[in-house]
């Protein structure tokens, strides 16, 4: 595999969101801005705040899916053209990413080191979107960690079934344009490579499919969200194959696990 060689962190999408926004930054969020991304918006929006933000949230999609699958891969960066490599946390697991993205701070911080699902108590994005009078939604499985991690804040969460029932429902939240921020969970390719591997015709299917509701939720953004709006594309880590199992798997210090691209794309000022 091709290293990216990716010297920030996935912790610098809170503090880059806060600063498009104009709210101000949670507690633990230390990092700077990714500034190319920031120039972008500026640019876009003649210096005025993002109003609404898609965040998706594609599960185990690192660097080495984009490099076994461009031609997969690419529909996003339709949408989403600014893409961002970026380093996942030590160890690459889901709620430990995940933690540190809406944290914007290391599992020092935020106390997710190993694949546990607390509620986190500690400040997050979602706290900082509230306290400035935004309304922010997670859209999610039950039980995955993006669905459990964040709970217990005045906000609104919206455990559905399954996949389909998620991009349903973030569809009717999107033509509603009843939140500020939403973020996506979508754990198809993460599922695929547990369950076989993270290659071959199953897993390649998964990632199809996963690019499909991207492609398809970008879509009814840009037609339902008029003003300002950001998109982004956001994994928590990537994954390797387990010689040992046969299986995918993920949560050790190499590229695979370690590497992935943020991808930014901004509409209509
Ligand atoms: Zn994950």
Known sequence: MQRVNAERRITA???????????EAPAGAADQPLAEVLRAGRRSFDGAPVRRVLAFLPDAVGVRVWQMYPDVLNPVLAH???????????PPKTPVCYASVFTGALPDYHGIR???????????????????????AIVAVPNCSMSLIFREREMDYFPEPD?????R???????????????????AADKEQHRTAPQGPPFEAAVRDVVRR????AEVFERCVGA????????DHGGHLNPET????????????MEGYHCFGFGAP
């Open 13 to 23: 999408l809170t503090p880059t969101m806060a600063a498009l926004m104009q709210v």
């Open 80 to 90: 989403a053209p600014l893409r961002v490599p970026l380093r996942a946390v030590m």
């Open 114 to 136: 190993v694949y546990e699902r607390p509620v986190l108590t500690c400040d997050t994005l979602f706290d900082a979107l509230i306290r400035a009078g935004r309304r922010p």
């Open 163 to 167: 996949d389909d029932a998620v991009t």
């Open 169 to 187: 429902r973030v569809e009717e939240l999107l033509e509603a344009d009843s939140h500020d921020f939403i973020a996506a969970y979508c754990g």
């Open 214 to 217: 991207f492609v398809h939720l």
């Open 228 to 235: 300002r709006r950001a998109l982004v594309f956001a994994p």
């Open 246 to 257: 046969g299986k995918g798997d993920h949560g050790l210090d190499i590229p695979e696990d």
